[in-house]
Structures are given as structure tokens and as C-alpha cells.
């Protein structure tokens, strides 16, 4: 179970802040864990009295997991970017996953949608993910399309299948990249850390993947990019820029110790900005999300780039 410490959490004792999210568990309980190793903050063994700062990934391994606090349905009020009878665009928050899954506790993005739009619970191949054609990580924020009608869903599972979907994503990731655009085309497979992917050279043990990027703005010591991908491999902008030496900024997942930024965003700065497909009257529909406050605020304060 992974918990994340938000801006108003920071500060926070550890075990102060499990009592919180963890109503069904003593604090003695809770001190127990910690000092047993079961809880982790960014994938490192802390203390009792460690004070966390916001985005912080608190791991719990417990045999026995807790039940997690409910996560009220206000914190994520479900921005609606575009819809109609067959569709429905959605602007994901960070921070909540897309649907029920093994690790996965409390509300999820399929609980949202159902909150305010009840008629897409029949609609799919899976009662877990009615409406899902696709996914975002969960601490990525941007545009998702949703099927609200049984005929959209199996079309858009058509286009995806056949990488009709045009997607496209806004980065920043840490250090100079070499080249103003490039491809990468490293195999995705499963690595042997929990959790994670592995980007391998081509030809290698792993599924085809293909990301384009174009350097939209440099910075002092990272570069904002604008990405594309063929493919939809679990993770695979996060495993590919860090396999090329330059990871997603505040990625803690996919960090390299020796390319790191001063200061880095409470989240991986990776946000869904722009999403192409057809309409079943075989028109394209393109959909933008904007940048969000969070991470524009972030790049705000980035050192710019001196001229050679």
C-alpha cells in the first residue's frame, strides 16, 4: 500500500501521519511497523519521528495490510474537458488511480466517473473498469477518454489496438538532452524491481515501444519536451528517458542518483496534454489539457538556460 504526502501534510510526523490515513490501526500498532522495516518513505527504511515533505511515497509491506482512510470525493472534483452521447474526456487529477487494482486502495477514477455519470457502469468487457479503453499512471495528470456507449468502447479498443490514437504529453526531464528531437525505441519489459519497467535495447527480451520527443524549452539543468508515442507499454516514458541517461523530473520511481535536479516537483512531471482519436461519425476529435498549476508553478521558478 503507497500513501503520498500532499502539500498540507508536510511536516508531518510518520507515524502521526499513518494514524491519519490509517483510522483501523493503533499508533502503537503503526510505531511497531515502522520500526519493524514494514513502512518505507521513498523506498528507504525512516524513523518514527521522520518528518515528511509533500510527495513523499510512504510504503507500507505489512503481512497484514490496513484499511486505507477513505479519500473524500471533493479533493477530486472530475474537470470535464469534452463530451457527447458517445464520449466522455476527462482531465485526471494526480495522485488517484485510474481503476481497482492488486495494491490499489481507496477511491479510484472509475469511482468518480460512476459518482457523476452512473449510466457507464454496463459499458465495457470488465465490471472493474466500465467505460476504460486506457490508463494513466497514477501520479499523471491530463487528458482520458471514456467510452459512455458499448459501440464507442469497442471502437476506441479498435483504434488503440491499431495505434490510431494520436497521444501526446508534456515532460521535463533532468539534465541537457543531446539532440532538439530524437526517437527512442528501447524494448519494454517487466524488471526485476517491484513495480518497475525495464527499457532494453532493441532486439532484446521485451515488447516493442516507440517515443518521439521535440526539446520545447531548455532549461539550466533539465529540458522541457514535448512527447509522442506509438506505443502504450506500462511506464514507458518514465523508462525510456531514464534509460537514455535523462529521467522524468521528480520521478522517484525511475531516478538516477547522479542526475538530479536541486529542487524537483512533488510528482513526476509528466501530464497528458493533448489526445486524437475518431468519433464513430469518423470525425477527429482533439482534445487539450492544460498544464497544470502544480507544474507550471514548478517551471516558473526554473533557472532559464545562458546562451553559449
Do not use: C, W
Not at 525512516?46 to 470525493?73: C, M, N, W
Amino acid at each position: 500500500m503507497e500513501i503520498i504526502a500532499t502539500a498540507d501534510e508536510k511536516g508531518k510526523r510518520l507515524d502521526l501521519f499513518l494514524v491519519a490515513h490509517l483510522p483501523s490501526v493503533s499508533r502503537s500498532a503503526i510505531q511497531k511497523m515502522i520500526r519493524n522495516g514494514e513502512v518505507t518513505v521513498n523506498e528507504k527504511k525512516a524513523a518514527v519521528h521522520h518528518f515528511l515533505k509533500s510527495g513523499d511515497r510512504v510504503l507500507i509491506e505489512s503481512k497484514e495490510q490496513p484499511t486505507l482512510a477513505p479519500i473524500p470525493y471533493s479533493l477530486f472534483p472530475l474537470n470535464i474537458l469534452y463530451e457527447d452521447d458517445n464520449y466522455l474526456v476527462i482531465d485526471k487529477p494526480p495522485g488517484i488511480a485510474v481503476h481497482p487494482a492488486a495494491g490499489v486502495s481507496g477511491p479510484t477514477l472509475v469511482d468518480m466517473i460512476l459518482a457523476e455519470r452512473p449510466e457507464i457502469r454496463q459499458i465495457g468487457d470488465d465490471p472493474a473498469r466500465p467505460g476504460i479503453v486506457h490508463r494513466l499512471d497514477k501520479d499523471v495528470s491530463g487528458a482520458m477518454v471514456v467510452a459512455k456507449t458499448q459501440e464507442a468502447f469497442d471502437d476506441l479498443k479498435r483504434q488503440f489496438a491499431a495505434r490510431m490514437v494520436g497521444k501526446v504529453y508534456a515532460a521535463l526531464v533532468v539534465g541537457k538532452l543531446p539532440k532538439d528531437e530524437g526517437e527512442i525505441t528501447f524494448a519494454i519489459g517487466r524488471s526485476k524491481r517491484r513495480g518497475r519497467m525495464a527499457a532494453r535495447p532493441t532486439g532484446a527480451e521485451g515488447k516493442e515501444a516507440v517515443t518521439s520527443y521535440t526539446v520545447e524549452k531548455r532549461f539550466a539543468n533539465s529540458t522541457l519536451v514535448r512527447v509522442q508515442i506509438e506505443t502504450g507499454r506500462t511506464h514507458q516514458i518514465r523508462a525510456h528517458f531514464q534509460a537514455l541517461g535523462h529521467p522524468i523530473a521528480g520521478d522517484v520511481r525511475y531516478r538516477i542518483k547522479s542526475k538530479a535536479l536541486r529542487s524537483e516537483p512533488s510528482r513526476p512531471f509528466l501530464h497528458a496534454a493533448e489526445l486524437r482519436f475518431h468519433g464513430l461519425d469518423g470525425k477527429e476529435r482533439v482534445i487539450s489539457s492544460p498544464l497544470p498549476d502544480d507544474l507550471n508553478d514548478f517551471l516558473s521558478k526554473l533557472e532559464p538556460r545562458t546562451p553559449a
